[in-house]
């Protein structure tokens, strides 16, 4: 079961550069995405969503882009800090119901100073 | 902040033995759910919870694993017989409401560890 998926394991980012984490998905049904942080130790953070019916949402220096075509999206950080090093996972919710989340295999981000 | 409280953070275990794993979601949620990851894996789905039934559960939620709201704030998971793959962070997560997004907030995490 592979619908939701992020090819990239590890990402390096300079602080105050732009981070771009991607994630591609499957399934057309899914009508929200959503990205969540996971610091080691701790569960996972709600950080932003998407409805599907938008291709962009913007919170602060967090915006994530729907590619809906292309079935992609991605999480852009600006400007990246240190304190942003952490487990992004994209994670994609079903129609209807008490539909679950669905989580990719995550990204691990590292900003250099 | 409210937030989702899991206990205990780490149990190590013997195979065979039964394990229960408590969680207290946030008090005006009224679904709850489980996942796991396994260590260097993604986050997957093993169980919704609403209204004191399981609405749903994944291939992995065999007749091995089982989960209870046994008063009105804990929510537990129960592994009958633990196998060594069973090794893994569990979270407990509850939400609002299924519609929208559904966000979904989660706790720390139970770390099991079956020897």
């Known amino acids: 079961d592979q619908q939701v998926k992020q090819n990239s394991p590890s990402l390096s980012v300079q602080e105050g550069r732009i981070s771009i984490l991607n994630c591609d998905y499957t399934?057309?049904?899914?009508?929200?995405f959503l990205w969540y942080k996971k610091y080691p130790a701790e569960g996972p953070t709600f950080l932003i969503s998407i409805s599907s019916i938008k291709d962009k949402n913007e919170d602060g220096r967090f915006t994530v882009f729907l590619n809906k075509s292309a079935k992609h999206l991605s999480l852009h950080i600006v400007p990246s800090q240190p304190g942003d090093s952490a487990v992004y996972f994209c994670?994609?919710?079903?129609?209807?119901?008490?539909?679950?989340?669905?989580f990719g295999a995550g990204t691990r981000l590292a900003v250099h100073p | 902040e409210p937030e989702v409280t899991q206990t205990p953070s780490h149990q190590v275990t013997q195979m065979g033995q039964e394990v229960i794993l408590r969680c207290v979601p946030i008090s005006n949620h009224l679904y709850f759910y489980w996942y796991r990851q396994i260590l260097g894996q993604k986050v997957e789905f093993l169980v919704s919870f609403y209204n004191n039934e399981i609405s749903e559960k994944s291939e992995i939620f065999d007749d091995q694993f089982s989960v209870e709201r046994p008063d009105g704030s804990n929510f537990t998971l129960k592994i009958r017989s633990t196998k060594l793959e069973d090794s893994a962070m569990y979270f407990c997560?509850?939400?609002?409401?299924?519609?929208?997004?559904?966000?979904?907030?989660f706790g720390a995490g139970s770390r099991l560890t079956v020897l």
């Open positions: 997560a509850s939400s609002e409401r299924p519609s929208g997004a559904n966000v979904l907030t």
């Open positions: 994670a994609a919710r079903g129609t209807g119901g008490y539909n679950k989340l669905i």
């Open positions: 399934n057309s049904m899914f009508d929200y």
